[in-house]
């Protein structure tokens, strides 16, 4: 009896808070019937966002991910003085609003920012720009896949790498060859997550980007300016591409945690495992 | 005395014999700190540029004032909401079996996989009053969408997998024995959960709190379509800051931001301890 009702109260507030929103989204998009969809996705403007949220995820994940087999190698495989503490800093991010995250970037390069004279007189454009998108971008991300491998890297110790330099490898055959193929499946994992957030992002690419259309509009803010000139069809057709994202996102976390499942519980207590491993 | 030094040698060469390491902490250190450790700084840096007068003046400004007190207040409520829900959902997952439950414990990450700006539209769109549940509420005059209740509806939104996912872990590893064993004492359930479960959850509870309370802070996206952002009575600090920046008052909008990233720092610091604590606890037992 108990169980049911509790079984019960889960699923209504689940319902409520999670699947009645996903369904308005696509509710909303195909209000006006499919054609009104197909023109609103395949508006000029659409498109151009479509690009722009591309380029920036193509340019930030690689980044981040390179930033993160680094940041994992150096801090699962060693030990050094300060190595909690670097894990807090990389970790920071997340404890940075999405609005002080683009702000930050308006300090440093903005016209009236540390290098905002130096960069007026060269003529580049950082802020309200698309290098300005990318860099509250990487932000934002930051700590995405760095925080996926620490702990996959750290449950697999060294010993196959030493191993496989003992028998005459050098470094970076042993890294290519026998690091990476172990941390395929937390890479990927953290990749996945870091690409949904980079596609997904609104308030840090809010604040630097200027908002001009065609140019610095990302998915996530075409549809705020298209919701606020109250042509909701179109707004919501652009948000149930996102939405898509979203739960392919969703079904490529559940396959890879399915087929690791020691992922799961990587993204939601780090530090815990860090440490008992 | 050479054998030692000999034997030093060797140990200060097997202890590093994996290669990259200068390379990778290298690169690690100087990445961190030119994305985040220096435009970071900045915020401080012109804060500190602007004169304390000033930064106390912006800070105490009733709107400013107004609009800390909703985004802290808010959070809390939603945070509480998401404590008491997240722990009958995950408990829910972990310990019944029922249909679908594995696509259900799947859908419960949607909130970190949906884009804010679409989850926010998609929660006016069903709180405005002609909205699916907008019509049912607005009949018991309970408006949602354009009041901090919807505020506090988005932040509970983006809020719960935080609480589901910290706790889940930690249900899976308590053993049912000991409730089994409390119960054949002649415990009642609600003794067993408040004498048993409780006192082995209350850190994870606390934990999730913390993280769905310091994410909700700082939340922008979800909440500017629902919140009707009214000066005063509806307008959360983030958006204060956006509102400041556009008007290229970045003195007063770098003021809140230090005030936002104190407390959020604070509250970080504090998860930290807390996990470390809970988890030497973990290791005596």
Redesign the interface.
Known sequence: M??WL??V???L??C???????L??FA?ALAKGFEAYYLAIMAPMAWAAVKLTLLVAAIAVPLNLI?GV??A???A??N?RGKSA?I?????????????AG??????F?T???FGGSLRAHHIRVVFAVPGIV?AT??VT?PFIARELIPVMQSQG?DD??TA?SLGAT?WQT?WRVTLPNIRWGLLYGVL?CN?RA?????AV??VSGHIRGVTNT???H??IL?NEYN?TA??AV?SL??L???L???G??ILEWRQPELR?A???P??RT??A | MATTASVALKRRKTRHVLPGFGLTLGYTMVYLSLLVLIPLSAVFIRSVGSGWGHFWEVVTAPRVLASLRLSFGASLVAASINVVFGLIVSWVLVRYTFPFKRFIDGMVDLPFALPTAVAGIALTALYAPNGWLGVWLAPLGLNVAFTPVGIVVALTFIGLPFVVRTLQPVLEELDKEVEQAAASLGASPLQAFCRVIFPALWPALLTGFALAFARAIGEYGSVIFIAGNMPMRSEIAPLLIVSKLEQYDYAGATAIAVVMLVLSFAIMFGINALQNWASSRHGER
Do not use: C, N
Not at chain 1, 16 to 22: A, D, E, G, K, T
Not at chain 1, 88 to 100: H, K
Not at chain 1, 103 to 108: Q, R, Y
Not at chain 1, 199 to 203: A, L, S, Y
């Open positions: 108990g169980r509790l079984i109260t889960a699923l507030f689940l409520v808070f999670l699947v009645l929103p996903l308005a989204v909303q930033f680094a940041a190698w150096a801090i495989k060693f050094f670097l807090t800093l990389i970790d920071l991010p997340f404890a940075v609003s999405p609005v002080i702000m930050i970037f308006i300090l440093v903005g009236h920012g540390w860099l990487l932000f930051f060294k790498e030493e330099l470094g890294f997550l949904a596609m997904g992002e609104f308030g809010s604040v998915m996530p803010l549809v705020e919701y909701y707004a919501f948000a996102l939405a994202l979203a739960l996102t969703l079904a976390k559940s519980h993204v939601r207590m530090r815990d440490r008992r």
